[in-house]
Every structure is written in structure tokens, then in C-alpha cells.
């Protein structure tokens, strides 16, 4: 079966550019959550979906960052306009149901410079 | 809400030795409790998990955990570790019948000495 499905693997943009990251989860979840990865900061949730509905959005950073979900087989998660400390690796999970583990994409590596 | 704490952020051990990493929670309540593995440049592989039941937990590659309450502790272990579990673990807790969130330690980053 495939497993979540990121893209791009890394970008490297300059800050002020827009930034879109994709994520395509295992086909059947109903739930799908975007992270971000930092040192500093570690393992953040920034939103999570299920259903396609936005249901908990309290870890996005600021009005920078929005995720949609337009059908069950996709969703992005767009930085615009992009800043350096923006610069993380971010990972799409999906989940079945409520009792199930997450299943995690290998990331987007994001450099802002 | 819940919060988890992992107390080593690295450790380093010799192939073949035994292994434990440490994972405290906070919950009110029962929660569910994840291993979760990640090697470099690769997204997070699950190694075990606990929802109810028998409170040792049997995951891949040979490791399980075990489920303390009166602890509220969820420690990893594997009997022999081999070069290859060299990697970062992260111990994550989810709320039974609540917020259908994560909440994910720092991370143990794991060396293993030929």
C-alpha cells in the first residue's frame, strides 16, 4: 500500500516567496495532520482535518500560514509570504479513525533564506 | 491537556546491550500512548502503541513497552539493540474519547557503538 505521500521533498526559496507543500494520505483515512519539525520547537501540530474539515487550527503560527483539504485525497499547506524562521521540515500524517496510530509522510525539508 | 516528557535527549550504547528509553506523560484520564521511530531525512515510523488491555506492548524490530499508571510512564525497551536502530524515538500521548490530538516528546536520539 502507499504510505503518505509529500511533495516537494526540499525547497529552497527566498523569503517573501510563496511557499505550497502537498500532501496526498492513505487512500480510506478520514484524517490528515500537518506538523512542523524545528529544533528548538520539535514535533508541532499545526492543523488538523478530518473528514476534509478543518477542526483544530490552533498551532498555526500566524495568518502567513493557511492548509486546505478540497477532497480526501489532497491537501496543502501554503506559507505566503515566507519568512527564515519559517525554515523546518513539515509532515503530513493521516489517520483512519480515532483509535488508530498516524501514519507520516517523510516530510518537506524547507529552507527560507 | 495533556503533555509527555522524555528525559534523555541522547544516549549511547553498545551493540548487542539492552536498551530503555524513558517516557513520562501527563493525562487525567486514559490515554493512548505511541512509539514512534525516525531515521535521518525520513518521516516517523510507528513501533508500538497502547490503547487498553494487557499493559506490555509487543511493536516492530523487537522492541516493546510497557504501561505504568501509577508511574505514568510508558518506557521503551529492547532486549539487544543492533546498529541499525540508530535513530531518534519519540513517545507520543493521545486522549481517549477527547481531542483526537498528538502531543509528542522531544525525542531521544539513540547512538549505537560497534
Known amino acids: 500500500d502507499a504510505g503518505v505521500i509529500q511533495s516537494p521533498r526540499h525547497e529552497v526559496t527566498e523569503m517573501g516567496q510563496e511557499v505550497t507543500l502537498r500532501c496526498k494520505p492513505i487512500s480510506g483515512h478520514n484524517s490528515l495532520f500537518w506538523y512542523r519539525q524545528t529544533m528548538m520547537r520539535g514535533l508541532e501540530l499545526l492543523i488538523y482535518f478530518n473528514n476534509n474539515v478543518p477542526i483544530d487550527d490552533s498551532g498555526m503560527p500566524e495568518d502567513r500560514f493557511s492548509a486546505k483539504m478540497p477532497n480526501a485525497s489532497f491537501s496543502t499547506l501554503k506559507i505566503q509570504p515566507s519568512e527564515p524562521r519559517d525554515s523546518a521540515v513539515y509532515f503530513c500524517?493521516?489517520?483512519?479513525?480515532?483509535?488508530?496510530?498516524?501514519?507520516f509522510g517523510d516530510g518537506t525539508r524547507l529552507s527560507i533564506l | 491537556a495533556q503533555s509527555v516528557t522524555q528525559p534523555d535527549i541522547h544516549i549511547t550504547v553498545s551493540e548487542g546491550a539492552s536498551l530503555e528509553l524513558r517516557c513520562n506523560y501527563s493525562?487525567?484520564?486514559?490515554?493512548?500512548l505511541f512509539w514512534y521511530v525516525q531515521s535521518p531525512g525520513q518521516g516517523l515510523q510507528l513501533l508500538l502503541k497502547y490503547f487498553s488491555g494487557d499493559t506490555l506492548v509487543q511493536g516492530i524490530k523487537g522492541f516493546e513497552a510497557e504501561f505504568k499508571r501509577s508511574q505514568s510512564s510508558f518506557n521503551l525497551r529492547k532486549p539487544s539493540v543492533h546498529w541499525s536502530d540508530a535513530a531518534e524515538y519519540f513517545c507520543?500521548?493521545?486522549?481517549?474519547?477527547?481531542?483526537?490530538?498528538?502531543?509528542f516528546g522531544k525525542g531521544t536520539k539513540l547512538t549505537v557503538n560497534p
Open positions: 493525562y487525567g484520564a486514559t490515554p493512548y
Open positions: 507520543a500521548v493521545g486522549a481517549q474519547g477527547g481531542s483526537e490530538k498528538l502531543v
Open positions: 500524517a493521516s489517520r483512519s479513525y480515532s483509535n488508530q496510530p498516524q501514519h
